[in-house]
């Protein structure tokens, strides 16, 4: 025996067999959308797109710090290895940009920000920059420059951080990976 025709919501004239997969009502094949989880209604789909970015300003903070923090230990560790352990930095640096994702995605409860991945990326390069120059830093103040002297190196330190052809590796890969990660 046939099942009872249904008729879309919208259109009260036109046979249908499809459902709403998220309210269960019927709608016919131009009421409803076709989504990566079936079929939804237009009404549906709004209120889930409303839903969709929900994080709050104090996520944006959150990402910024558990990426910053990360990835200063990201950066000494890409700056150690250096331009030395040139195919260990190539592996390296997508490894380390995954777990930073990671992290970050987690220190959000996994909730989605249409910026959360700037701010991560941001943050890679700002906290892989402190990284890099953690350890020629400390070797300085090794030295027994005094602080003048410390001060005054910076800049040396800073370029030859920048310059270090591991930390670039980082910066390009662990960016790459994160922006991929996180977007959406
Ligand atoms: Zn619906
Ligand atoms: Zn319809």
Same mark, same amino acid.
């Given at each position: 025996?046939?099942?009872? !025709?249904?008729?879309?919501?919208?259109?009260? +004239?036109?046979?249908?067999?499809?459902?709403?997969?998220?309210?269960?009502? !019927?709608?016919?094949?131009?009421?409803?959308?076709?989504? !990566?989880?079936?079929?939804?209604?237009?009404?549906?789909?709004?209120? +889930?797109?409303?839903?969709?970015?929900?994080?709050?300003? =104090?996520?944006?903070?959150?990402?910024?710090?558990?990426? =910053?923090?990360?990835?200063?230990? /990201?950066?000494?560790?890409?700056?150690?290895?250096?331009?030395?352990?040139?195919?260990?930095?190539?592996?390296?640096? !997508?490894? %380390?940009?995954?777990?930073?994702?990671?992290?970050?995605?987690?220190?959000? +409860?996994?909730?989605?920000?249409?910026?959360?991945?700037?701010?991560?990326? %941001?943050?890679?390069? =700002?906290?892989?920059?402190? /990284?890099?120059?953690?350890?020629?830093?400390?070797?300085?103040?090794?030295?027994?420059? /005094?602080?003048?002297?410390?001060?005054?190196?910076?800049?040396?330190?800073?370029?030859?951080?920048?310059?270090?052809?591991?930390?670039?590796?980082?910066?390009?890969?662990?960016?790459?990976? =994160?922006?991929?990660?996180?977007?959406?």
């Amino acid at each position: 025996m046939a099942e009872t !025709p249904l008729y879309c919501t919208n259109h009260p +004239q036109t046979e249908t067999l499809l459902r709403c997969n998220k309210c269960g009502r !019927p709608f016919c094949i131009k009421c409803l959308e076709r989504t !990566p989880v079936g079929y939804r209604c237009k009404e549906c789909l709004s209120i +889930q797109r409303a839903g969709y970015y929900t994080a709050t300003p =104090v996520d944006y903070v959150i990402v910024a710090l558990v990426g =910053v923090v990360a990835s200063v230990i /990201g950066g000494a560790i890409a700056a150690l290895l250096g331009g030395i352990f040139l195919l260990l930095s190539i592996f390296y640096a !997508p490894f %380390a940009g995954g777990i930073i994702s990671e992290a970050v995605h987690w220190s959000i +409860q996994r909730r989605r920000g249409r910026y959360v991945w700037l701010v991560a990326c %941001a943050s890679v390069v =700002v906290g892989g920059l402190i /990284g890099a120059g953690f350890f020629p830093l400390v070797a300085l103040l090794g030295r027994g420059l /005094g602080l003048l002297g410390v001060l005054l190196s910076l800049p040396v330190v800073a370029v030859a951080a920048v310059f270090n052809l591991g930390f670039l590796i980082y910066i390009v890969l662990a960016v790459g990976t =994160v922006y991929a990660r996180l977007r959406n």
